[in-house]
């Protein structure tokens, strides 16, 4: 990823990381409540059609066969690539627990939100195990390789970066990659051409949206406490973000599938996740920032002028590329 420049000078003077998480305790107590309130217990065994299920050649069935999948490449693209994030969850969880104490509040969301996403990976296996839907060896070895090499969310700084405040760098990674993963599972739901698996990942959507809820309310309350520093990561995370499943196998061939599908591309990066979230942070009307904060908002909205730039030639790439099948399918 991109390194982040001058963050020595900028962060941690006035308060420590510990400070911080202290100071931001009655934000954290108050969204566990409202989490625990508006969150639904759910049982994965649920969601998974088991009389489709059969054995495989080890137990005296049929191994898999390509034939055997409903899946569309483009769906069985998204499906994996959705899976392989959901699986890599230890990643995820030491970043947040390394930055989050565990004790009080914090300690308490650690476990609960490792809890909740743990489910993910267990009713989109058992779905796509039991229906046939990709090849299980290959699905195996590839959560294997992805899970070994891992994933930090958190842009290198070539050791310019008081590291007790990655705790704001985390939680602002995971406002947006959380909102992230929402819109790509309902969108792959929709693409499976399953009721099933429409509603399954649904389902998992929606706790993907209350978590999100949770990060980018610590971020508003951060804001509202150290708003430069928290500029500062907020630049950092949007200018180098990265989806979770960048490290596994076939990655880019798999997102490439997706963006075309629909599923998850560079506008709805722009207009679904980034931009809603910075408009709820009110990045863009504040004025309790700082020099420090005001430079990075600056740069944030240079850099959104470009994101725009590549969305207008992505999607006129894109329709000529639809515009090119239609006439060979005419």
Not at 168 to 192: D, I, M
Not at 213 to 232: K, T, W
Not at 280 to 308: C, H, S, T
Request: glycine share 6%.
């Amino acid at each position: 990823m991109a390194s982040i420049e001058g963050m020595t000078t900028l962060i941690g003077k006035n308060m420590s990381g510990s400070d911080l998480l202290r100071e931001l305790l009655p934000v954290c107590e108050t969204e566990v409540e409202r989490h625990m309130k508006m969150t639904r217990d759910w049982h994965p065994h649920d969601y998974v059609p088991w009389d489709d299920g059969r054995n495989f050649a080890m137990l005296g069935g049929v191994d898999w066969d390509p034939e055997q999948s409903q899946l569309s490449e483009t769906a069985k693209a998204a499906m994996i690539t959705n899976l392989l994030t959901e699986d890599n969850l230890p990643s995820y969880h030491r970043v947040i627990a390394d930055n989050f104490s565990l004790d009080d509040a914090w300690g308490f969301w650690v476990g609960r939100w490792t809890a909740e996403e743990m489910r993910h990976s267990v009713v989109m296996r058992d779905y796509l195990v039991v229906t046939r839907g990709v090849d299980p060896v290959e699905l195996e070895e590839t959560r294997m390789a992805h899970m070994t090499s891992g994933f930090n969310p958190l842009p290198d700084d070539d050791g310019q970066r008081d590291h007790s405040y990655d705790m704001l760098f985390a939680v602002a990674y995971v406002s947006f990659q959380e909102l992230a993963t929402r819109v790509s599972h309902r969108n792959t739901g929709k693409a499976c051409g399953d009721p099933i698996a429409d509603r399954m990942l649904q389902r998992v959507a929606a706790d993907e949206n209350l978590h999100m809820l949770f990060y980018r309310n610590i971020v508003s309350g951060a804001l509202d406490l150290v708003p430069d520093e928290a500029m500062a990561a907020i630049h950092a995370i949007v200018t180098n973000f990265q989806m979770p499943g960048l490290t596994m196998p076939n990655f880019r061939r798999n997102a490439v599938l997706i963006a075309k599908g629909g599923i998850y591309d560079l506008p709805q990066h722009l207009e679904d996740v980034v931009m809603p979230v910075l408009r709820k942070w009110r990045i863009f009307e504040r004025e309790d920032f700082g020099p420090v904060g005001e430079m990075y908002r600056e740069r944030l909205a240079a850099f959104l002028d470009e994101m725009n730039v590549k969305v207008e030639k992505f999607e006129a790439s894109r329709a000529r590329a639809l515009a090119r099948e239609a006439r060979r399918s005419a």
